[in-house]
């Protein structure tokens, strides 16, 4: 089925231990998310990528890094894992028109002890 | 700073009953709001509205935008056990890419039987 996978589902990290969560979408989109669910919380938006090749920082990027591997892939990068960044990450893409046509994967839950 | 705010925060009604949820915003480059319910797992899209005055409906779901005001409201009728969910909220904003969403916090609805 077309859409938006994510991996991995689960994870747990010691603080201080290092991760990537990978993404990767076959809807030819151009445009890909990261966002962190904090419990009680609306979606949060770490970093973005508009297009292959380019990616910005979103409204809570401290302690993540992205790597835009090329139009399918986006990436998301926990060099130094904190309590803090125990969360639900949900990546997502976008083609044009936006809005309706955006699709989210099905999450990852990190839990960092 | 974008904002995105919901209200209530939560709610508890009977089946059959009617809710009115409320969504008021302050973003620049306003594109689409949006509405997701979400049971546990990514949000699940139920409308987009870019114009005001233009009820959108679903089944048992409406939605109605204010572009003046600022503010939308997401009305459910004759509700079920089944409508229980968090209900989101989405602001659609920025120039350079398709579906970056601002959003708010959310609305847990509560139905019992």
């Known amino acids: 089925n077309a859409g938006v996978t994510q991996t991995p589902k689960f994870q747990v990290l010691k603080t201080g231990q290092s991760m990537t969560l990978q993404c990767a979408q076959d809807?030819?989109?151009?445009?890909m998310y990261w966002y962190r669910q904090d419990p009680g919380m609306g979606l949060r938006l770490i970093y973005y990528?508009?297009?292959?090749?380019?990616?910005d920082k979103g409204e809570v990027p401290n302690g993540y890094n992205v790597s835009r591997l090329n139009k399918r892939e986006f990436s998301l990068r926990l060099e130094s894992a904190a309590p803090s960044q125990t969360s639900v990450y949900f990546c997502?893409?976008?083609?044009?028109?936006?809005?309706?046509?955006?699709?989210f994967g099905s999450g990852t839950r990190l839990t960092v002890v | 700073e974008d904002k995105v705010v919901q209200s209530p925060l939560s709610l508890v009604v009977h089946e059959g009953d009617t809710v009115t949820l409320n969504c008021s915003y302050e973003?620049?480059?306003?594109?689409?709001l949006l509405w997701y319910k979400q049971e546990k797992k990514a949000p699940t899209f139920l409308f987009m509205l870019?114009?005001?005055?233009i009820e959108k409906k679903s089944g048992r779901l409406s939605s109605i935008l204010d572009k003046k005001e600022l503010f939308s409201i997401l009305n459910i009728t004759a509700t079920q056990t089944g409508d229980s969910a968090v209900y989101l909220c989405?602001?659609?904003?920025?120039?350079?890419?398709?579906?970056?969403?601002?959003f708010g916090a959310g609305t847990q609805v509560v139905v019992t039987p």
């Open positions: 997502a893409s976008s083609g044009r028109g936006g809005g309706r046509w955006t699709t």
């Open positions: 809807m030819n989109h151009n445009s």
């Open positions: 990528s508009a297009s292959e090749g380019t990616t």
């Open positions: 973003v620049t480059n306003f594109r689409s």
């Open positions: 870019t114009s005001s005055g």
């Open positions: 989405a602001v659609e904003t920025g120039t350079d890419s398709w579906g970056k969403l601002q």
